[in-house]
């Protein structure tokens, strides 16, 4: 089974505060997403990344960054963490190949900013 | 650009209900249509797809029918369980869209006893 693992679970930090969200996938797949999900907005498309090195903005990409080092882990930063960046992050994945349509998913990290 | 619309939530039923969450989209041309379903805790993980017209994704008891006259994608179960509680999001990806989907708002389920 494809796993997605999202390092922390609940993060609360500060205003101000660099935060770092940490995504690992174990089943070798090019493509990496970062949503953010809150109540009555769904889920917005935060960046993506199709290869290593590479990344893409979605439609929310103000207030964030990305780091694609490894094929297997895409990490979302906030450089400088706000109170309306409290939200629900998630993490998924997919081959390069999409014919599926699957978006495996972590668990997600619930982030409070203070 | 593209969107997804559902109905807002939460949606009460008695277990043995008949459900449906209705979704419209709008996109150019003929998008691949989704449900996800995420259970209390956890991630998002798929339910059901269909990718051209007249398709019906079904899985678990739950169908869905891909319909371009009403640009909808209803989802539908019988018999609804107190295991079905969750979040159902409905979903779109564009043909040549780079593998991103549009996700709707999400509908809340709850069933009870």
Known sequence: DVKVTQSSRYLVKRTGEKVFLECVQDMDHENMFWYRQDPGLGLRLIYF?????????????????????????????????????TSMYLCASTPRVFDTGELFFGEGSRLTVL | GDSVTQMEGPVTLSEEAFLTINCTYTATGYPSLFWYVQYPGEGLQLLLKATKADDKGSNKGFEATYRKETTSFHLEKGSVQ????????????????????????????????
């Open chain 1, 49 to 85: 990344s199709y290869d290593v090195k590479m990344k893409e903005k979605g439609d929310i990409p103000e207030g964030y960054s990305v780091s694609r080092e490894k094929k297997e882990r895409f990490s979302l930063i906030l450089e400088s963490a706000s109170t309306n960046q």
């Open chain 2, 82 to 113: 107190v295991s079905d509680s969750a979040v159902y999001f409905c979903a779109s990806a564009a043909r040549g869209g780079g593998n991103k989907l549009t996700f709707g708002t999400g509908t809340q389920l709850k069933v009870e006893l």
